[in-house]
């Protein structure tokens, strides 16, 4: 099998999650993670994790076979600006920034390019992403490269890049949604009589019991509701109680929030005319 240097533009959250996910799954046919970042200090204790460190974007992709660019979307043009002369044009190229599409990373750096949008999110870190992907140029080939890859790091999912808007509020805003959601919860055990660290520890173990049901069984999630709601039970009382609250209808809401600041992200930046 074909061995891969892959080189990771921007050692940001997101950019370090997805060098550490990979650095740990030891997936043989990586023979090289490089991670850049300006300020080299702050991420210079990623070197111990077999990770190659350096602030040298060009040179990092100039030897990239898979280059990820885990940029924000307003630096994203003017750095592929830079590299686009070194890098080679069978490099794979993956884009995991929010709002900048395929045809516009094109115009900067060529149609021929094999590029990929990726969504995953900060659970890579521990291999356990929910990723989606879109693609444009590449082989059937290079698709089973990215696929591979990104399944070493959690689940993954192909999907058209007009729903790229989408998997970013579902798949990675869904992150701190879940996170917003563990944090209510342990406050409420707390309320009802655990410590503080117990609480939290339930409440997680919980949410990832749950989505565990739903992903082995498929079932829909009121099919596993129904279970654990008795006629005039402490459950459907609890439940009953939250959607008067709003519960369902904030969550929906705050997705279409998410959705619809995407567009003002996108917007803001694309270069002025």
């Given amino acids: 099998m074909q061995s891969y240097k892959i080189s990771i533009i921007g050692g940001g959250n997101l950019g370090t999650a997805i060098a550490l996910g990979i650095a740990q799954s030891d997936m043989l046919y990586i023979n090289k993670i490089t991670l850049t970042r300006r300020k080299i200090e702050k991420i210079r204790h990623l070197g111990q994790q077999g990770i190659a460190i350096t602030a040298d974007n060009q040179a990092a992709a100039q030897e990239a076979d898979i280059l990820i660019l885990a ?36 115009a900067v750096i060529g149609t021929n390019q094999p590029i990929f949008r990726a969504m995953p999110n900060t659970a890579i870190a521990i291999r356990e992403s929910m990723t989606c992907i879109a693609m444009a140029e590449a082989s059937h080939e290079q698709k089973n490269i990215i696929e591979n890859l990104f399944e070493q790091l959690g689940s993954t999912v192909f999907i058209d890049e007009e729903l790229m808007a989408s998997a970013t509020v579902l798949a990675a805003c869904g992150i701190a949604y879940s996170m917003r959601y563990i944090r209510a919860a342990s406050q409420g055990g707390i309320e009802i009589g655990f410590d503080a660290q117990t609480a939290q520890k339930i409440a997680a173990q919980m949410v990832k019991g749950s989505a565990a049901l739903l992903l082995a069984n498929g079932q829909h999630p009121e ?21 008067h609250r709003g519960f369902s209808s904030a969550l929906i809401k705050g997705i279409l929030s998410s959705y619809h600041k995407i567009a003002d992200i996108a917007e803001q930046a694309r270069p002025k005319q």
């Fill in 223 to 243: 099919y596993e509701i129904d279970k654990v709601t008795t006629p005039q039970g402490c459950t459907i009382t609890g439940l009953n109680e939250m959607e």
């Fill in 71 to 106: 940029l924000k979307p307003k630096v994203i043009r003017d750095v592929l600006a830079e590299l686009k002369n070194v890098i080679k044009p069978e490099t794979i190229v993956v884009s995991v920034a929010t709002g900048v599409s395929i045809a516009e990373m094109q």
